[in-house]
């Protein structure tokens, strides 16, 4: 954008001078006709400088609003996702089985303590009581997960939905495991492409938005929340767009 500020202040600073060089030494006859194209074209050079500056700044306003709605979504996919894990011990890879999970799983309220019994080898090794340390873990009940994430509100039934897209878009859902030290590791991915969610701005605006690489912006085409490639939970979002992360 810079440099067609420029081009257009340098093509307006040229096109005065062409002006003056007019009004100076061409004839009168065919001064008014010239110099009425010649202030049209400024005019225009002028609004367009204008509109390429002012839309980029309303296409920054745009943007900033709605990538903060999806990401309000993406965290509300988070959530559900991590007590799925924590419930089932994977990651949920499709959204039907997801909004199911939370309308019926519970979470298992649970007390750990530290007790001492009775080592009974070593009592009868040695001929008195020695004693060894354990965990208990008592199960002391059960709270719908619905209602520890959610309440009564029942957004997690559309959290799927691309906020302010092209009506139909959702965010593409991924789960499985990686292999890491011999190890089968749960990882989940969800994802919204830029250009779903900016479908109706001016395709130059996007195609830039798709290149950013900034400590305040959404660096990528995408923006996501967890890795199919890497063991992560977090989104590629900067903290100016969301009080979590």
Do not use: C
């Amino acid at each position: 954008m810079l440099n067609i500020i420029v081009a257009a202040v340098v093509v307006i600073a040229l096109t005065i001078g062409i002006v003056w060089v007019i009004d100076k030494y061409v004839p009168k006859k065919v001064k008014p006709l010239i110099m009425i194209v010649l202030w049209v074209l400024i005019g225009y050079l002028g609004y367009s400088t204008f509109m390429s500056v002012y839309g980029e700044i309303q296409f920054n306003k745009l943007k900033d609003k709605r990538y903060a709605e999806v990401i309000e979504n993406l965290i509300d996919i988070r959530d559900a996702e991590l007590a799925h894990r924590t419930v089932t011990g994977r990651f949920e890879g499709d959204f039907n089985n997801l909004v199911k999970f939370i309308d019926t799983a519970e979470f298992t309220i649970t007390e750990r303590r530290d007790t001492s019994v009775i080592d009974v080898e070593k009592t009868r090794l040695f001929g008195v009581d020695t004693y060894k340390d354990e965990i208990i873990v008592d199960t002391l009940g059960y709270v719908s997960v619905k209602d520890s994430l959610f309440g009564a509100d029942p957004r997690y039934k559309t959290m799927m939905n691309i906020p302010s897209a092209e009506p139909g878009s959702k965010f593409e859902l991924k789960a499985g495991f990686l292999e890491e030290n011999g190890f089968r590791i749960p990882v989940f991915e969800a994802i919204a492409m830029k250009s779903v969610i900016l479908f109706d701005q001016d395709k130059n605006f996007v195609a830039k938005e798709n290149q950013v690489v900034s400590v305040d912006g959404v660096n990528g085409d995408a923006i996501k929340v967890g890795s199919m490639e890497e063991v992560k939970t977090t989104g590629n979002w900067p903290k100016n767009f969301s009080n979590e992360q």
